[in-house]
Structures are given as structure tokens and as C-alpha cells.
């Protein structure tokens, strides 16, 4: 741990320096003289050496409801989703104004752009009628 002055680990010296180098870089004075203009490398120096102060804060933990004041509201959006269904009327079938006589499979409607080539509808008609 030598190499990062007195910081406990190499993530918070990065964070420290990178910290140190923002203010370099917004006109703060240099704490050491140095030969290098480069504002990283004034920041890693100065924090090295012990001259950037920072402290570390305690994490607070997050306030974590009691069992009596936590709420499920899964049974109160699940009742309301099964109302919603419950009173729509049945959808419509697919395809612009194809309307399906019961037992029969409505096909969709495509336009010119989206039907299979000939040869390859008189195939899957033939196996329809086999079947």
C-alpha cells in the first residue's frame, strides 16, 4: 500500500485523484511544484504524498418497513386485471375486415409485398387439401 500514500485501496486513490485532477483542471492551485503539466499526474503526486485530504463516510442503511407496514399488491392489480378481461368483449379476428364463421380458421389479408411466391402457395394448398 505504499505505492498509494496513506489511501486503503487502489479504488479510492483513482477516485481521489480523478477528484483532484477535476479541480486542477477548473483552476485550482497546485499543492507541490512540479515537472509535469499534466493535471492527472499532479493529482496522483499530490495524493501519493498525502496533501489531498478526504474522508470517508459511513454508509447509512436504508430504512427497511416492518412486516405490519409492508403491502402486497399483487392480489389488488391481479383482481383488478381479471376484472378488465372479465368485461371486454371477445377480439375481433385478425385480418382488415375478414370476418370467421365458426369452425373455419380465418387467414390473414397480406398485401403483394408480403405473399409467397405462387409455386410455393399451390404447394402448401395441395398438402392442405391431403390432410
Known sequence: MKEFGNVDSKYRFVIIASKRAKELLKG????????????????????KLG????????????????????????????????????GAPES???????????????????SEEFEPPEEEAEEGKGEEEEG
Open 51 to 86: 496533501l489531498v485530504e478526504f474522508e470517508i463516510l459511513k454508509a447509512k442503511k436504508e430504512e427497511v418497513p416492518e412486516a405490519e407496514d409492508r403491502v402486497f399488491l399483487g392480489e389488488e392489480v391481479g383482481g383488478e386485471l381479471e376484472e378488465e378481461v372479465a
Open 28 to 47: 485550482a492551485k497546485s499543492r507541490l511544484k512540479s515537472k509535469s503539466r499534466n493535471p492527472i499526474r499532479i493529482a496522483q503526486n499530490e495524493v
Open 92 to 110: 375481433a379476428p385478425v385480418g382488415a375486415g375478414a370476418e370467421a364463421v365458426e369452425g373455419e380458421v380465418a387467414e390473414p389479408e397480406f
